[in-house]
Nanobody
């Protein structure tokens, strides 16, 4: 079956770092874009970052540019989100998602989200 499994969330102090992982299985990853969404309490889900599994192109929301880095490990079928200089406003449940168009790294974040598979999410809490 198709699965996207997130890991790496947790509690970190402001200014700290976390690395999230999204392990994919059950489909041909080469033809997808993999993205990270997040949703904070009382707020709408928003796109964070994405990467094309076809050519490695990346996209970042303005709010995380310069702080977050997305990467892929093709043999491991895993996408990572390295989050540095974390702020309290980064606190959210982070969801991994797959769009069946490797060129959709930006468009997958435009509502209505064209996402074919969702992970269950991992909690990131940034607090002192």
């Amino acid at each position: 079956q198709v699965q996207l499994v997130e890991s790496g969330g947790g509690l970190v102090q402001p200014g700290g770092s976390l690395r999230l992982s999204c392990a994919a299985s059950g489909f041909t990853l080469d033809y997808y874009a993999i993205g990270w969404f997040r949703q904070a309490p009382g707020k709408e889900r928003e796109g964070v970052s994405s990467i094309s599994m076809s050519d490695g192109s990346t996209y970042y929301a303005d709010s995380v540019k310069g702080r977050f880095t997305i990467s892929r490990d093709i043999p491991k079928k895993t996408v990572y989100l390295q989050m540095n200089s974390l702020k309290p406003e980064d606190t959210a449940v982070y969801y991994c998602a797959a769009s069946a168009d490797p060129g959709s790294i930006a468009t997958m974040f435009i509502p209505p989200f064209i996402v074919h598979y969702w992970g269950r999410g991992t909690q990131v809490t940034v607090s002192s």
